[in-house]
């Protein structure tokens, strides 16, 4: 078995893969930050007290929840260019990803908003600081900490799912390993190359999630 | 000056406040007690509006705190509030926290309010811990902060709810100490609390609650020795006994 595993077909790929990989870099980076907006946004309106900013918001969160992001990228790649809108398949993706993303990431952010606790707010209150100055100074610095980890997590969903854009020819990391397998019909060199390659990005993020895990949950409460 | 009107409030069905009539002149303290669930915290927390009412008026220095035109900043700002968790922030430190308020809501420029945080902070004893954070500090020393926290706004008023009872006994009478030196300073003060040996030696009034109602007032001896009612006899034997 291991004797037939093709080391130098690899090598050969190599370029191909370094291309895939940083497509796929480039792709989980800027969804990420694109996604880490949507997301602010989905959430401070999503926690609003006006109903027609939150339940727009609400119905997206729940669309994007209740549905399989290869449907959604389906949709994006197929939908758009009926609308007229012409656009390339990674900005496309990006876009799916984005929105995606944005949705858990806006849960993500109303969870570590609600993790504070009550009494922080009316503290707030109490003393006379008005909503933006107790989001400001005492609720969002409290959320910080609880969200980073939950965030890099998602981070890391999010540069797995970057392979569900090999269904719509992007010439990311699964793209390659698929195009290994085309041409010289070897899945297994193609695809634990691949599988290296994710697991790098993973453990790098892992490192930064623990990390912060122990820095940034600090002072808890009482 | 605080004043209660016909006050009614209801959670759901339950009748927390019932028909509360009360004035409490200025420079007051008035103790309020009663058994738990008789509605004490709700009492005080309808003063600066951390609840809202609905049948009647509550009016403090002029203002009708439930009025939708009131400026509830000015009024907060006049009235303090402390609560038997502390609620310090955790993310800043002890100056950060008594400075909070008097920056933003008063906006006192940065170095006047520090000036102010640090005599606060002195007045309850803990000038060395102005760079600790709470998670740092005992309970007792907690509450002093949040005391002193309080002080920098210089509330006209001050409400208390259970500020001791979360405290190891050992504790207790630092906070106490703190609060019997406010008592003699003039300031309003409403302090929900079972300790008899602080209303004895400061209040002005005590105030026994059952039901959401207000079953009897009076000085602090007459009521503890000699209370008028079967309840507020009930309840001060099991306090007794504790
Ligand atoms: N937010 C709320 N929603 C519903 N019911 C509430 C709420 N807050 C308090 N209550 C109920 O109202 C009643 C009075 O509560 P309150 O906290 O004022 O009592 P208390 O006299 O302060 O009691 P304790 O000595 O236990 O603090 C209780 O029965 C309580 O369960
Ligand atoms: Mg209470």
Sequence with gaps: MLTDFN???????????????KHTVFIAIIALVLALITGIIAC?????????????????????????????????????????????????????????????????????IKSVDQGQIEAGLSSGLNYVQRMRFIILPQAFGVTIPPLLGQAIVLVKDTALLSLISVAELTRSGQTLTSERFMPTEAFLTVAFFYMCIYFGLKTLADWSQKKLIFREAY | MIEFKGVNKWFGKLHVLAEINLFIPKGEVLVICGPSGSGKS????????????????????????HKPSTNLTKLRGEVGFVFQQFHLYPNMTVLQNIMLAPIHVKKIAKADAEKIAREKLERVGL???????????????????????NLAMSPEI????????ALD??????????????????????????????AKKVAHRVLFMDEGKIIETGKPGAFFDNPKTDRAADFISKILTH
């Design chain 1, 7 to 21: 080391f130098r077909v690899i090598l050969e790929y190599m370029p191909l893969f370094l291309e895939g990989l």
């Design chain 1, 44 to 112: 401070a309106c999503r926690i609003s007290r006006f109903k027609i900013l939150r339940y727009p918001v609400i119905t997206y969160i729940e669309i994007i929840r209740s549905t399989p992001l290869l449907v959604q990228i389906y949709f994006f790649y197929f939908g758009l260019p009926t609308l007229g809108v012409s656009v390339p398949e990674i900005q496309t993706g990006i876009i799916a990803l984005m929105l995606n993303s944005g949705a858990y990431i806006a849960e993500i952010i109303r969870a570590g």
């Design chain 2, 42 to 65: 709700t009492l005080i927390r309808c003063i600066n509006k951390l609840e809202p009412i609905q049948e009647g008026e509550i009016i403090v220095n002029e203002m009708s705190v």
């Design chain 2, 127 to 149: 000038s060395e811990k102005a760079a600790a954070y709470p998670i740092q500090l005992s309970g007792g020393q907690q509450q002093r902060v949040a005391i002193a926290r």
């Design chain 2, 158 to 165: 001050m409400l208390f709810d259970e500020p001791t009872s």
């Design chain 2, 169 to 198: 006994p050992e504790m207790i009478g630092e906070v106490l100490d703190v609060m019997v030196g406010l008592a003699s300073e003039g300031i309003t003060m409403c302090v929900v609390t079972h300790e008899m040996g602080f």
